[in-house]
C-alpha cells in the first residue's frame, strides 16, 4: 500500500505541475503593486535555508515516535504518548481549519475570478464536505477489504514489534489452545481477529493521513517557493517548521501504530520529509513564469486546499481524536481525558496563532 500511496502522490505531483504551466496560469491577473520587501536575490537565499530547515525538522518530527519507541514513557500504551499524539492531532486539525481552508476561500474569492460562479458560491466549503465524505469512503472500503483479505490469508502478518497487544494476543492463542475448552479458545480467536482488525485500522489511517498532508505540503511548499516577498517568507520559515515537526510527530504516531516492517515506514518518513522542500524547490523553478495570481492558479490550488482541509478535519476528529477519545483507555481515565482534552486545545491554538504568518 505504500507503493500506492507514492503513485498517487507522484500523480497528484503532476497534476499540479501541467495544470500550474497552462498559458492561463502563466498570466497574471492585474499589476502587482511594488513593494520593499520584494527582492528576488534575499528571497532566494531565505528559500535555499527553508528547504534544509523544514527538511530537518520534517524528519525530526516524523521520526521521533519511531525512534522514542524503546522508552518505556513515549510507547503507544503509555499515558505519555496519548496526550503527545493528541497534541499533534490538534496541529493537524488547526492547519485544515485555520491555514489550508481559509487560503482556498482566500483563493476563490479572489477578484482575479469571475463574479459567476466564484463569487457566488462557497466553493471551498463544498469541496471541503465532499472530500471528507470521499475520505470517509476510502476509510470504511480500504478498512473492509484490507479485513476481508487478511481473514482470507491474502495478507501476511507484516509485525516489526517483539512484543505488543497484537503479540500477545496470537501467544495467548498458541499458548492456551491445549487444555481449554471450546468457549474460550473461542473467545480468545475473537480477540485475536479484533487485535488484527484495530492494526488493519491503524494502517489505512496511517496511509490516508500520510495522502492528505503530502497534498496540502507541496501546495504550502510551492507557495513559498514562487513568493519573492522577504518580510512574509522569514515568518513562514519559523511557522512551517514549527508546523512540519508537530503534523510529523501526529503522522509518525500513526506510522508506529501501524506497525510496518522498516522499508515501509522509511517510505513514509522520507516522503513527508521532502515534500514541502520539494514544493519551495518547485516554486523556486517557476517562480519566473507561475503567478499565483492567475486565475487557473487560483483555481487550482484553491481547489487543492479545500479538498486537504476536508481530508485533515476529518482525519483529526474521526480517525485520531475520536478513536482515542472514546476508545477504552481514555473512557475508563478522566484525568487522562481532560490532559487530553488540554493538549488538543494547545495543538490546534498554536497552529491558530501560527495563521498570523503562515
Known amino acids: 500500500m505504500a507503493a500506492k500511496v507514492s503513485l498517487l502522490t507522484l500523480f497528484s505531483v503532476f497534476f499540479l505541475i ?3 504551466f497552462t498559458t492561463q496560469t502563466l498570466a497574471d491577473c492585474g499589476n502587482q503593486s511594488t513593494d520593499s520587501c520584494n527582492n528576488k536575490s534575499k528571497a532566494l537565499t531565505l528559500k535555499i535555508i527553508a528547504i534544509f530547515a523544514i527538511l530537518i525538522t520534517s524528519f525530526i518530527g516524523v521520526s521521533l515516535p519511531l525512534i522514542t519507541r524503546s522508552i518505556p514513557a513515549l510507547s503507544p500504551e503509555n499515558n505519555t504518548f496519548i496526550i503527545v499524539k493528541c497534541f499533534a492531532a490538534g496541529i493537524i486539525l488547526g492547519t485544515g481549519f485555520t491555514h489550508v481552508l481559509p487560503d482556498s476561500f482566500s483563493m ?6 469571475q ?3 466564484w463569487h457566488n458560491f462557497p466553493f471551498s466549503g463544498l469541496v471541503a464536505m465532499f472530500s471528507a465524505i470521499i475520505t470517509l469512503m476510502v476509510d470504511s472500503l480500504a478498512t473492509s477489504i484490507y479485513n476481508k483479505k487478511s481473514r482470507a490469508g491474502v495478507i501476511p502478518a507484516e509485525s516489526n514489534r517483539g512484543g505488543g497487544d497484537d503479540q500477545e494476543i496470537g501467544a495467548a492463542n498458541f499458548g492456551h489452545f491445549h487444555g481449554h475448552g471450546h468457549q474460550h479458545h473461542h473467545d480468545v480467536e475473537v480477540k485475536a481477529e479484533a487485535g488484527e482488525s484495530q ?4 494502517r489505512v489511517v496511517a496511509m490516508v493521513l500520510e495522502l492528505g498532508i503530502i497534498v496540502h505540503s507541496v501546495v504550502i511548499g510551492l507557495s513559498m517557493g514562487a513568493s519573492n ?4 517568507i522569514r515568518g513562514l520559515i519559523a511557522a512551517l517548521c514549527f508546523h512540519q515537526m508537530f503534523e510529523g510527530m501526529g503522522l509518525g504516531g500513526c506510522i508506529l501504530q501501524a506497525d510496518y516492517k522498516f522499508l515501509k515506514k522509511a517510505v513514509l518518513v ?10 519551495i524547490a518547485l516554486g523556486i523553478a517557476m517562480s519566473t ?13 484553491g481547489l487543492l486546499n479545500a479538498s486537504s482541509a476536508g ?9 485520531l481524536l475520536a478513536a482515542d477519545f472514546m476508545g477504552r483507555k481514555l473512557q475508563d481515565n478522566i484525568k487522562l481525558q481532560i490532559k487530553s482534552y488540554i493538549a488538543v486545545s494547545l495543538g490546534a491554538g498554536g497552529m491558530a496563532v501560527m495563521a498570523k504568518w503562515a
Open 270 to 279: 522520507f516522503f513527508f520529509s521532502v515534500t514541502t522542500p520539494f514544493g
Open 311 to 319: 481530508l485533515l478535519i476529518y482525519m483529526a476528529l474521526v480517525d
Open 229 to 232: 516577498n522577504t518580510c512574509s
Open 115 to 117: 463574479e459567476n460562479p
Open 199 to 202: 492494526l488493519l485500522r491503524y
Open 18 to 20: 501541467f495544470t500550474l
Open 108 to 113: 476563490l474569492w479572489s477578484d482575479c475570478l
Open 289 to 301: 513564469a507561475y503567478k499565483e495570481n492567475s486565475p487557473s492558479a487560483l483555481i487550482t490550488v
